[in-house]
């Protein structure tokens, strides 16, 4: 959900998302430690497991988009983390670690990501084939089959920082469910709502936006999809004049098709701003000037650039509030609140903590049996 939803934590080195890769994932190979090996990994296992992921595929993602002309997704370089955090839980000796890696390296997703900025759709940032890809490759390493070592990992000799540059901490998280580019943007949309309350297209004549060459790429065209939403600067921007705020129910056809956000959002134009550009190339901050022309014949301009958000990060409220919203639409707020002191916690996990775990993310108590009927088969593949 947190990917499709586009509501992921981020990394701006590498214009990436690990989080919707490693948590999925570690979830996965715990689960199948215990089912079918009687191991039950400790929360301080887990929260290290986590860390390990974060640490590898940060580096390999720096280092493939300093080497690589393209910009590529978030999956191929996340599934290397994937299979290094999968080793590390299965207790794998250093040579099939190695074998692993190389094929996560070898077999991962390498989509071209501004294609699927440009068309949006489901595919994403290819996060559903990188934890999948990662875990199938220690499965392939410890049946023995070998790969190339991973260039990403061994011949780029990312491993010089590790212990003393945590890049897990230069990591954020985004207030709305859309794409970071535009969140400079939207905030200035945000600050003109707090000071006059919602704004129609009665109210507006134009709307211009210049900011950076890549949040430019997002377009102001109307969506057609709930993917699109999130992959364009136009339309969330109308609806936050509206709204005030903007959370998963601009997904919902009551938001999504909006005829009044649509005609707001007909009335906006991006285009590229040399200070920006110059801003993002020099620094990696983005920025954005957003010029609202109202029907009265005033006009009122709003610049913001704490959309970068090491600079201004998103506030434990607001992380809370975001977190709970998504979270009510599967549990109810006491098993919400439940999920959410466990994992704050989770370095310190107890035995009962362990179960309303697994109850709360699988419906599972003590004693059932597995859930899919393919597990057995997946049991058979770990070699466990």
Same mark, same amino acid.
């Given at each position: 959900m947190?990917?499709? &939803?586009?509501?992921?934590?981020?990394?701006m080195?590498?214009?990436?998302?690990?989080?919707?890769?490693?948590?999925?994932?570690?979830?996965?190979?715990?689960?199948?430690?215990?089912? /079918?090996?009687?191991?039950? %990994?400790t929360?301080?296992d887990?929260?290290?497991?986590? %860390?390990?992921? /974060?640490e590898?595929?940060?580096?390999?993602g720096?280092?493939?988009?300093?080497?690589?002309?393209?910009?590529?997704?978030?999956?191929?370089w996340?599934?290397i983390?994937?299979?290094?955090?999968?080793?590390?839980?299965?207790?794998?000796?250093?040579?099939?670690?190695? $074998?692993?890696?190389? =094929?996560? !390296? *070898?077999?991962?997703?390498?989509?071209?990501?501004? #294609?699927?900025? !440009?068309?949006?759709?489901?595919?994403?940032?290819?996060?559903?084939?990188?934890?999948?890809v990662?875990?199938?490759? &220690?499965?392939?390493?410890?049946?023995? *089959?070998?790969?190339?070592?991973?260039e990403?990992?061994?011949?780029? !000799?990312?491993? @010089? +920082?590790?212990?003393?540059?945590?890049?897990? =901490?230069?990591?954020?998280?985004?207030r709305?469910?859309?794409?970071?580019?535009a969140?400079?943007?939207?905030?200035?949309?945000?600050?003109?709502?707090?000071?006059?309350?919602?704004?129609?297209?009665?109210?507006? @004549?134009?709307?211009?936006?210049?900011?950076?060459?890549?949040?430019v790429s997002?377009?102001?065209?109307?969506?057609?999809?709930?993917?699109? %939403?999130?992959?364009?600067?136009g339309?969330?921007?109308?609806?936050?004049?509206?709204?005030?705020?903007? $959370?998963?129910?601009?997904?919902?056809?009551?938001?999504? #098709?909006?005829? !009044?956000?649509?005609?707001?959002?007909?009335?906006?134009?991006?285009?590229?701003a040399?200070?920006?550009?110059?801003?993002? #190339?020099?620094?990696?901050?983005?920025?954005?000037?957003?010029?609202?022309? *109202?029907?009265?014949?005033?006009s009122?301009?709003?610049?913001?650039?704490?959309?970068?958000?090491?600079?201004?990060?998103?506030s434990?409220?607001?992380?809370?509030?975001?977190?709970?919203?998504?979270?009510?639409l599967?549990?109810?707020?006491?098993?919400?609140?439940?999920?959410?002191?466990?994992?704050?916690?989770l370095?310190?996990?107890?035995?009962?903590? #362990?179960?309303?775990?697994?109850?709360?993310?699988?419906?599972?108590?003590?004693? +059932?049996k597995?859930?899919?009927?393919?597990?057995?088969? *997946?049991?058979? +593949?770990?070699?466990?």
């Amino acid at each position: 959900m947190v990917d499709s &939803y586009d509501c992921h934590d981020g990394y701006m080195t590498s214009r990436g998302h690990i989080g919707a890769a490693a948590v999925p994932a570690l979830l996965a190979v715990v689960d199948c430690l215990e089912r /079918y090996k009687g191991i039950k %990994v400790t929360g301080a296992d887990m929260v290290k497991a986590l %860390v390990l992921c /974060y640490e590898v595929a940060s580096r390999c993602g720096d280092k493939m988009h300093a080497t690589w002309p393209t910009y590529h997704t978030s999956g191929v370089w996340t599934g290397i983390g994937v299979a290094a955090m999968t080793c590390y839980l299965m207790g794998t000796s250093e040579c099939v670690l190695r $074998h692993a890696l190389g =094929l996560a !390296e *070898f077999h991962g997703p390498c989509g071209c990501m501004m #294609r699927v900025i !440009e068309y949006a759709s489901n595919i994403k940032d290819g996060l559903s084939w990188g934890p999948k890809v990662g875990i199938s490759s &220690y499965v392939m390493a410890e049946q023995g *089959f070998e790969g190339a070592p991973s260039e990403l990992v061994e011949l780029n !000799e990312v491993s @010089e +920082s590790y212990g003393e540059d945590w890049l897990i =901490l230069v990591h954020y998280y985004k207030r709305w469910p859309i794409c970071r580019w535009a969140h400079c943007a939207l905030l200035c949309a945000e600050r003109l709502f707090v000071e006059m309350g919602p704004v129609t297209s009665k109210d507006i @004549e134009s709307i211009l936006i210049e900011t950076s060459k890549d949040s430019v790429s997002l377009g102001t065209e109307i969506p057609t999809c709930a993917d699109g %939403v999130q992959y364009t600067m136009g339309y969330p921007l109308a609806l936050m004049l509206l709204r005030g705020d903007l $959370h998963h129910s601009i997904f919902t056809s009551e938001h999504f #098709r909006d005829p !009044e956000a649509d005609a707001l959002t007909r009335k906006i134009t991006a285009v590229e701003a040399d200070d920006c550009q110059d801003l993002w #190339r020099r620094t990696r901050k983005r920025k954005a000037r957003v010029t609202f022309s *109202f029907s009265d014949g005033s006009s009122k301009t709003l610049e913001d650039l704490t959309g970068e958000f090491l600079d201004n990060p998103v506030s434990d409220e607001q992380l809370i509030r975001k977190y709970s919203t998504l979270m009510n639409l599967i549990l109810d707020e006491k098993s919400t609140k439940q999920l959410a002191d466990i994992v704050v916690n989770l370095e310190n996990l107890t035995e009962d903590d #362990r179960l309303t775990l697994k109850e709360l993310l699988y419906g599972q108590k003590e004693g +059932s049996k597995p859930l899919d009927s393919h597990a057995n088969g *997946f049991h058979d +593949s770990m070699n466990i």
